[in-house]
């Protein structure tokens, strides 16, 4: 069983920043791809960035502030989050596309809450 635990959220000013850590535990044998997803009050949960071997992309909201990296040896992936703006308020979620004895599995975190407010 694969456990992940995200930490680093809190509360913002606009401008400000934050970075977000997700570390998994659990047997791990390979990581495919980690993610970062997010949302908002009263909406639906949308994608933010991944990291998959070499490849990184972002969503375009938030392409130029954030930064998504990963460590492979430690199974972590962290979100550094600048410059952010009251409409980047969320619960953000880690999620792990990673092989484990069960085989293949996608794994959530239980989400970091973000507030950018004044």
């Known amino acids: 069983q694969v456990h992940l635990v995200e930490s680093g959220g809190g509360l913002v000013h606009p401008g400000g920043s934050l970075r977000l850590s997700c570390s998994a535990s659990?047997?791990?044998?390979?990581?495919?791809?980690m993610a970062w997803y997010r949302q908002a009050p009263g909406k639906e949960r949308e994608w933010v960035a991944t990291i998959s071997g070499g490849a990184i992309i972002y969503a375009d909201s938030v392409k130029g502030r954030f930064s998504i990296f990963g460590d492979n040896a430690k199974i972590s992936v962290y979100l550094q989050m600048n410059r952010l703006q009251p409409e980047d308020t969320a619960v953000y979620y880690c999620n792990l596309d990673v092989e484990t004895q069960s085989g293949r599995g996608n794994y959530w975190g239980q989400g970091t809450q973000v507030i950018v407010s004044s």
């Open positions: 659990g047997i791990i044998f390979n990581s495919y791809a």
